[in-house]
Structures are given as structure tokens and as C-alpha cells.
């Protein structure tokens, strides 16, 4: 298709003035309203996250929202899922349809899956810093290397916001199209949810029911496409087969400790080339590596990793009767974007959260807890000289003399403990 024919079939605000509804969606995430803040900036608003979180949504809508005061032709949506073409060129033709002229007119243009234009930091760079009138709004499923591109190449020219897949909060609006304003009303209805919610955190399949269509989707809109387009559209030498394998091992494996030579050795390949591969997993954000802590080396010990999924949907396909306790520890690793759990011996905690002070967590699929429970946490406190410590179970919200604190794992995911 022409490139022209293309962008007139894209930007239908040209000619009808408006966002059609099957684009814009009538619910509006919570970075929606962050977004729109930073509107008021030059600098570029670069959208990151993994696919089917609704990047392209925040844009239609973010698009609709700017229509209100500025005139259609001064709106530019162009996707790289389409089509692959230099920003100028589209810049160009966006001019001969519309007549605006990019050069000198304050214009908005959205990017759509921009990862896959080679060295686009670059490219956008030399147009922000030569045509300041233009407002950029890029979006990319390749997380790592949106924020690589940009540290390379916009420094001090950019706001990276993540999209995340949904808060149970957002799962639970945008299913039951109502508006939580008070928590406690809406508690024990979150709480009713709360394993259909691990299962689908995408707007799409909010009101699907059926097992095997939701993990068919996460499987092949998400993982596979992931796979094998995202990644060998950007690096050479990529073995799709050998990274379906891994992310089948890791995701039916959640927590497992990365042993690099025993794997190299059952998959039969090099261990460089696995190492790449798994770096390639962590690359396009399906996966997360959570070093062993080690105060006195400040990062994590290089042995004993553990590997997660970014999010906990993405076990179902492969795992679907998932124990409750991993199932938790995956949706608690998420939720603190965790880089750390803690092992001596025979004692483990299963995350160490580094803020402004070092907190350990343990995540038990318990209501009720005995000694045993609490004594790898205990011993954590009490070697490193810390004075507090979480326990995220199913059981009730409280908090104790020693320092523990008991969140129910409701609490914890609706609320941020770490503010």
C-alpha cells in the first residue's frame, strides 16, 4: 500500500473530525491522566510496555483529548506494525495530504511500535532538536530497547512512562464498567476476582471466561508474537525455537534457580548462546532476574538467580494448575518490580525490597501461620539489623510489636505499601 493511501486509512480525524469508538475505548487507564500532564512538555513522551496493553488505546485517546483544541490536521498517527518508513518521509506525505507544513507548524505525531525502525532515537533526535514546534508521543513493545535508545541518544529530551498490564483496580473497572472510589466498598467483590484477574490482566479479554481462549491469546497475541517477530526484527541469529523452549521452562517453572551449565547441557547447545537467548527474554521484558542480596556487594550475588515472568498471566498457557504460591510470588514480584530475594543455607526469603530502607518480604497462600513460617524472615532481620519486615498472605491486614507486618494479598496489590 501506498504510504499516503496508508496514513489517510490511519488518521480518519482528517476527514470525520474524531476518533472512531472501536479505536478510542470508552475506559481510560490511570496513566491516562499522567500522560495528559505531560502534554504540557516538549520533551518527547516515549509509551513502553509489552503488547496488548493498550500503548495504541492511550494514544487513540490521548489523540481525542487533543482534538478538543487543535484542528485534525495538525494530528499525525503513523504504526510501524504497518509499515516501515523513515519519519521524515511520513512527515512529507502527512504535508502533501493535509497541507500542514511540519516544518514550521506546532504539530502532534504519534509513533506507533517505533522499535522497529533501526536506530529511531537517533532519527527522532535530529528532528526534536531541529523543529522544536513538534511534540512527539513514541510508543514500543521492546521495552529494553525504547530505554536504550533512549539514554543513547535523547538524553534530557524525554519522559518514559511503563504501561503495565492491569492493576486489579483497572481489571475490575473496566469489567464491571464502574468507577472504585472508596476500596473498602468494593473489597470483598476485588477479593471474588481476585484469580480470574491473575489469569487475564489485558483490556481485551477482561470479560472472556473461557480458559483455554485466555491462554491461547496470552500464548500467541503475547509471547509468541514476541518471539518470533518482535525480537528477530531487531536482533540477528535469533533461534525462535530455542526461546519458545526457555520461556516454556521459565513459565512452568516460576522462581526457579538459573543454573546456565546444567541447562546449556539438557538443551544441548553452547552456553553462550544461551545466555543471549535468556538475556533476549529479559530484553523484550517476558522475564525478570532476581539476584541473590548481598549487603556488602551492594548488587546481587552473580550465582543462585531466580527467574520470574514480567507478569503472572504468563504462566497459565504453560502451567495452568500453578500452585497458589507461586501464583502469588509472581504477582508480588510485579508488583515491586522485584530485583532481589535472599538464601543462606537452608533459609530463603522470597524477596528484598532496596527503597529508602531494606524491607524483606514472604509471600505465603496461607490464611494462618505458624513459627515455621516466620523464621527465615526473623533471621533475616535480625543478621542485617533490620527493623521491619512484610508478610503478604490470604489472611487478615495487621501489624505486630516485632516489626513484622501481615498485608493481605488483596491489600498489597491494591495499595502501595512502599510510598
Not at 532476574?289 to 552473580?302: D, P, W
Not at 500452585?323 to 530475594?341: G, L, M, Q, R
Not at 537452608?346 to 496461607?366: M, T
Request: proline letters at 3%; charged letters at 30%.
Amino acid at each position: 500500500m501506498r504510504l499516503e493511501d496508508l496514513l489517510i486509512l490511519l488518521n480518519e480525524w482528517w476527514r470525520t473530525k474524531s476518533v472512531s469508538s472501536d479505536r478510542l475505548k470508552e475506559y481510560k487507564r490511570d496513566v491516562f491522566e499522567e500522560l495528559v500532564g505531560l502534554l504540557n512538555y516538549r520533551q518527547i513522551i516515549i509509551l513502553s510496555g509489552l503488547r496488548r496493553v493498550g500503548k495504541s488505546t492511550l494514544m487513540f485517546q490521548l489523540i481525542d483529548y487533543i482534538l478538543k483544541n487543535v484542528s485534525p490536521e495538525r494530528i499525525l498517527y503513523f504504526s510501524y506494525d504497518e509499515k516501515i518508513e523513515d519519519i521524515v518521509s511520513i512527515l512529507n506525505s502527512f504535508q502533501k495530504i493535509t497541507g500542514t507544513d511540519w516544518k514550521k507548524s506546532d504539530i502532534f505525531v504519534f509513533l506507533d511500535e517505533i522499535q522497529k525502525l533501526r536506530d529511531w532515537g537517533a532519527k527522532v533526535k535530529i528532528i526534536y532538536d531541529n523543529f522544536p514546534r513538534i511534540k512527539f508521543i513514541v510508543s514500543g513493545s521492546a521495552s529494553m530497547k525504547m530505554e536504550k535508545e533512549a539514554l543513547d541518544n535523547l538524553a534530557g529530551r524525554y519522559f518514559i512512562v511503563d504501561v503495565a498490564p492491569l492493576s486489579i483496580k483497572e481489571y475490575f473497572e473496566l469489567k464491571n464498567n464502574v468507577k472504585i472510589d472508596k476500596y473498602e466498598l468494593y473489597r470483598n467483590d476485588l477479593k471474588i476476582e481476585l484469580d480470574n484477574y491473575f489469569k487475564k490482566p489485558f483490556p481485551e479479554i477482561v470479560n472472556w471466561r473461557e480458559e483455554r481462549r485466555i491462554y491461547e491469546y496470552v500464548k500467541e497475541s503475547i509471547i509468541s508474537k514476541i518471539l518470533k517477530m518482535d525480537l528477530p526484527d531487531i536482533f540477528e541469529n535469533v533461534n525462535t525455537r530455542l526461546l519458545m523452549s526457555l520461556a516454556e521452562i521459565f513459565f512452568t517453572n516460576p522462581g526457579m534457580i538459573l543454573n546456565v551449565d546444567s541447562l546449556s547441557k539438557s538443551l544441548r547447545i553452547h552456553k553462550s548462546t544461551l545466555e543471549r537467548h535468556i538475556f533476549l527474554l529479559e530484553f523484550s521484558k517476558l522475564i525478570r532476574i532476581v539476584k541473590n542480596f548481598r549487603v556488602s556487594l551492594v548488587s546481587g550475588s552473580r550465582k543462585l538467580k531466580k527467574v520470574y515472568p514480567i507478569d503472572v498471566s504468563l504462566v497459565f498457557p504453560f502451567n495452568p494448575n500453578i500452585d497458589k504460591d507461586k501464583i502469588f510470588e509472581c504477582a508480588v514480584a510485579s508488583k515491586i518490580n522485584a530485583e532481589y530475594y535472599w538464601r543462606e543455607g537452608n533459609k530463603e526469603v522470597d524477596f528484598i525490597f532496596k527503597g529508602n530502607k531494606i524491607i524483606p518480604i514472604e509471600v505465603k497462600a496461607k490464611n494462618m501461620l505458624d513459627n515455621n513460617d516466620l523464621k527465615s524472615i526473623q533471621y533475616f532481620m535480625k543478621k542485617f539489623s533490620v527493623s521491619e519486615g512484610l508478610i503478604v498472605y490470604e489472611g487478615d491486614t495487621k501489624e505486630l510489636k516485632n516489626g513484622l507486618r501481615f498485608v493481605n494479598i488483596l491489600d498489597f496489590l491494591y495499595k502501595d505499601f512502599f510510598v
